[in-house]
């Protein structure tokens, strides 16, 4: 099993460009979960969904933030416009059915 | 979900046990208690949860007080590879088909120290 995967590993952008993040959760599991870890604010929710729809998007910061969740193996998180303080670490986790989550290596964003 | 508070850090010598506290006064009947935790600039890694009683797996022990107030994690033998961040998360079970959101605070700094 190759966990949770998310690309980029590392993004470097300047400020007002588009950026898309990706996740591809473990097979077999059906929520997946987007969590943004800053050192100021730790390790945050961001929006999770389960069975491909969104359950809680209440942590998204603004309306810069969007994301998808187009099939069962395959979600972006996009920000555009990009600003230097969504600068992070973004996760990505998935779980199965009442189990617990799995969580990928991240993406760390630099937005200069 | 019902807030966790844990020591901001602590220490632990090589091959001894790390007993990690964890306090939640005000959990209910229905949520458990989870573990997990982040070796720096990884993703954070499940360790252990239960519900009352106590539970034990390869990598770690799970003690909670009868009045599930509080809890504490065990490491029986630390290594210098367990110094990382632990997180004590409440939360209410899951149901079998969807899962729910965890809510992290800021964990103990867990140094092992040689």
């Known amino acids: 099993d190759a966990g949770v995967i998310q690309s980029p590993r590392h993004e470097v952008t300047e400020m007002g460009q588009e950026v898309t993040l990706r996740c591809k959760p473990i097979s077999g599991h059906n929520s997946l979960f987007w969590y943004r870890q800053t050192m100021m604010r730790g390790l945050e929710l961001l929006i999770y969904f389960n069975n491909n729809v969104p359950i809680d998007d209440s942590g998204m910061p603004e309306d810069r933030f969007s994301a998808k969740m187009p099939n069962a193996s395959f979600s972006t998180l996009k920000i555009q416009p990009s600003e230097p303080r969504d600068s992070a670490v973004y996760f990505c986790?998935?779980?199965?059915?009442?189990?617990?989550?799995?969580f990928g290596p991240g993406t760390r964003l630099t937005v200069t | 979900d019902a807030k966790t508070t844990q020591p901001t850090s602590m220490d632990c010598a090589e091959g001894r046990a790390a007993n990690l506290p964890c306090n939640h006064s005000t959990i209910s009947g229905n949520e458990y208690v989870y573990w997990y935790r982040q070796i720096h600039s990884q993703g954070p890694q499940y360790i252990i949860h239960g519900l009352k009683n106590n539970e034990t797996n390869e990598m770690a022990s799970l003690i909670i007080t009868e009045d599930r107030k509080s809890s504490t994690l065990i490491l029986p033998h630390a290594t210098l590879r367990d110094t990382a961040v632990y997180y004590c998360i409440v939360r209410p079970g899951v149901s079998e088909t969807s899962g729910s959101r965890l809510t992290f605070g800021e964990g103990t700094q867990l140094t092992v120290n040689p």
């Open positions: 986790a998935s779980s199965p059915p009442g189990g617990r989550q799995y």
